[in-house]
C-alpha cells in the first residue's frame, strides 16, 4: 500500500521561509503528478502548487513568485519551499499525488495526513 507523509511543517514569523516535504512510500511504479493543497480554519480546501511528470508546474495565484514546488524522483519527494510568508498562509498544508503501483494499472489519487504551518508575530 501507499502512504504520503508530510514534514517541515511549524510557527514562522512573516516573511520567514520555511520548507515542506512529503515523501511517498510502498509499492510504486510511477507518480504522475504530485501537489499542494492548503486548508484555512472556516474555508474550503485550495490548491497551491502541483507538479506533473516532465516539469510542468502550476501555483494558485496567491503564492506566485513566494512558493517553490520541486520533486525528487529517486526519493519519490516533494518539496514546497515557502518564503515571504504571510499570516494568510497559515493553514494545514496537505500533500498529494497520483500513483500507480505497477505497470497496467491505473493511477490513484492519496492524501497525506496534513501539516500545520503558521504564520504570526
Known amino acids: 500500500q501507499v502512504q504520503l507523509v508530510e514534514s517541515g511543517g511549524g510557527l514562522v514569523q512573516p516573511g520567514g521561509s520555511l520548507r515542506l516535504s512529503c515523501a511517498a512510500s510502498?509499492?510504486?511504479?510511477?507518480?504522475?503528478?504530485m501537489g499542494w493543497y492548503r486548508q484555512a480554519p472556516g474555508k474550503e480546501r485550495e490548491l497551491v502548487a502541483t507538479?506533473?511528470?516532465?516539469?510542468?508546474?502550476d501555483y494558485a495565484d496567491s503564492v506566485k513568485g513566494r512558493f517553490t514546488i520541486s520533486r525528487d524522483n529517486a526519493k519519490n519527494t516533494v518539496y514546497l519551499q515557502m518564503n515571504s510568508l504571510k499570516p494568510e498562509d497559515t493553514a494545514v498544508y496537505y500533500c498529494?499525488?497520483?500513483?500507480?503501483?505497477?505497470?497496467?494499472?491505473?493511477?490513484?489519487?492519496?492524501w497525506g495526513q496534513g501539516t500545520q504551518v503558521t504564520v504570526s508575530s
Open positions: 498529494n499525488a497520483d500513483i500507480a503501483s505497477r505497470p497496467l494499472l491505473r493511477s490513484k489519487t492519496y
Open positions: 510502498g509499492t510504486i511504479f510511477t507518480i504522475n503528478r
Open positions: 507538479s506533473i511528470n516532465g516539469g510542468s508546474t
